[in-house]
């Protein structure tokens, strides 16, 4: 097994989240070192030949978000991380983006993944075999100048993130009244996969 990229930056844009990392994105900007569909790219990869993933609101604007997570997980190392962070359904800015595709909750990369801390279960047809969620996470905030709305959500962020059962909580009962900016997950390949 050799390692070619120590980092992949999926749909990178015009920042990459480590300067080291090789910056994915179907436009050429500073810091995308390979332009093309990601997909494509990905598919063209070797297998176990890339160390971690990081991909930051990309996989919503992508046409296959499913196809994209299982050449993801084909293309990590043996207990290599992807790491995803894509806006939660209930950010109003979600649908003033006409580019947006696809919309996220707290359960949508449990039906890709395996993941039992939840009371809430999904179906399993569409579930990826070989990795399994590690962690997710809801983040709140809003953009300047708006400071102290900022601060109560980043407090509302605290008690949510506290456990599955404050987490399931929110998505139910509370996420159409406090819009939560993005859902972070972490998914880790399995060290030893049965043949």
């Known amino acids: 097994m050799t390692i070619k990229f120590q980092k992949l930056d999926v749909g990178c ?3 990459k989240c480590d300067p080291s990392a090789t910056g994915i994105d179907i436009i050429a900007g500073p810091g995308v070192d390979l332009v093309g569909d990601a ?12 160390g971690s993933v990081y991909s930051s609101h990309f996989l919503e604007h ?3 978000p499913s196809a994209i997570l299982k050449e993801m997980v084909r293309v990590v190392v043996p207990g290599g ?8 359904f209930s950010d109003p800015w979600f649908y003033s983006d006409p580019t947006h595709q696809h919309p996220f909750g707290l359960y949508t990369f449990c039906y890709y993944f ?21 962690s997710i996470q809801l983040r709140f905030g809003s953009t300047r100048p708006f400071y102290f ?3 109560l959500k980043k407090a509302v962020q605290l008690f949510v993130n506290l456990n599955s059962f404050t987490l399931e909580l929110y998505e139910e ?13 972490l998914i880790v390949k399995e060290a030893t996969l049965s043949q």
């Open 173 to 185: 009962l509370f996420s159409n009244m406090l819009a939560c900016s993005e859902v972070r997950v």
């Open 39 to 50: 997909l494509v790219i990905l598919q063209s990869m070797n297998t176990q030949s890339v």
């Open 13 to 15: 844009g015009a920042g």
């Open 114 to 134: 395996a993941y039992g801390k939840f009371k809430r279960k999904v179906p399993s047809y569409a579930l990826i075999e070989g990795a399994s969620i590690q």
């Open 81 to 88: 991380q992807i790491e995803i962070r894509v806006p939660h």
């Open 62 to 64: 992508h046409n296959n």
């Open 149 to 151: 709305r900022h601060a």
